[in-house]
């Protein structure tokens, strides 16, 4: 019988990693499988084609008196001293009927927040939570430590650049939610990027001092969806006179899943031991697996929740949908942006299995696009921080040493990448 003890375990353990590496990677691989079933808009339609089927409605708008002033964070149960930045969050109704409210973390720059640029950051999956991934392990300004209680500043956080917003999107994943249970069942990539629509123009009624700032999407995973389809929503009601305008300048995402293949993320380190530990301090510097089993207790302890004006929530990182629609082909929607003058960059890190960087760039070659600056390394300290070539209204960067999410396994490349795309510049090429 005691030889059989270590065969008893292996269950246990088993679920242990499925705790810790149900992250945005497998939602990805997940959605790949099932979306064979589910419902596609035509690869031959472009999402300005749905739009212009689809009758206009107007956004629903509430009065957002008084709101930034209750959004804003006092401080965070366990956050290092001496922050030196505003951080605010709360929920926005995007459908009163239906109850559909989402959830936003916003940390504004510690120098230069009256000029820098806005930006909005979304997670992927589909389903998996921008505020648990974005801010509090990849970009954000904080990470958790092995505690599950106390903070640690993020000293490559890209709030040093933009004034960055964190989006939970759709309703259901995270701290987001809708009242109507039905939801869960009916969500795509439709409603997703309306409902972001509807949320980013009340969000700046409520923070009006962004109105005319210059405004930049980016995002990671299935985001390389919503970021394209939302920018395109954005222009085509900005040329609706009645609906405000966003200053919409740029996107930025990293590379999209590739096709429906099977592939294992075998670079990928894997949380071997998911409990907390008392008296350990994190760094930045080092990728640690386990960070997802940090996050989930930080953000389900009723202190916490509290300081992020939430109510009460069993927050997870990521949420299974019944996902009803989405673009097979996401390129049209890109090309129709580079069309209209914006600027177009797509990331990617060069261990990331799940979208190869060989995989993006024959995406990109079969585009046929004049080169205009060859492919060429950049660098970061006398060291290559990646690979970038510069096309007529594209621009393709990898990050050298980076995995699928590539802020958490790379950041201070992440930063300079991203930090060179706001100012409109290719990264240092010495």
Known sequence: MQSLAPLLLLPLLFSLLLFCNANQENYLHSHLKSRISQNSISSSDSWSQLHAQREYSPVFLTSQDGQMQADKISTLPGQPDNVDFDQYSGYITVDPQAGRALFYYFVESPTNS???????????????????????EELGPFRVNSDGK??????????????????????GVGFSYSNTSADYNTTGDIRTAGDAYTFLVNWLDRFPQYKDRDFYITGESYAGHY??????????????????????????????????????????????????????????????????????????????????????????????????????????????????????????????????????????????????????????????????????GLTFVTVRGAGHLVPSYQPQRALTMISSFLQGVLPPSS
Request: charged share 15%.
């Open 114 to 136: 009256s000029t820098n640029p806005l930006v909005l950051w979304l997670n992927g999956g589909p389903g998996c939570s921008s505020f648990g991934f974005g801010a509090m």
């Open 227 to 392: 970021v394209p389809q939302l920018a395109y929503t954005i222009l085509i009601n900005n040329k609706r006179t009645n609906q405000t305008v966003i200053n919409l300048k740029g996107i930025a995402k990293s590379s999209d899943e590739a096709g429906d293949f099977e592939i294992n993320n075998i670079y990928a380190p894997v949380c071997l031991n998911p409990v907390l530990k008392n008296g350990s301090t994190g760094s930045v510097n080092f990728f640690d697996p386990c960070s997802d089993t940090y996050v989930e207790y930080y953000l389900n302890t009723a202190e916490v929740q509290g300081a992020f004006h939430v109510r009460p929530t069993a927050w997870s990182g990521c949420r299974r949908f019944h996902w009803t629609d989405w673009q097979s082909n996401i390129w049209p929607t890109i090309q129709s942006l580079m069309t209209s003058g914006m600027r177009v960059w797509l990331y990617s890190g060069d261990i990331d299995a799940n979208v190869p960087v060989t995989s993006t760039r024959y995406a990109i070659n079969s585009l046929k696009l004049p080169v205009e600056t060859a492919w060429r390394p950049w660098y970061l300290d006398d060291e290559v921080g990646g690979y970038v070539v510069g096309y007529k």
């Open 150 to 171: 106390t903070l640690f500043r993020n000293n490559y956080a890209w709030n040093n650049v933009a004034n960055v917003i964190f989006l939970e999107s759709p309703a």
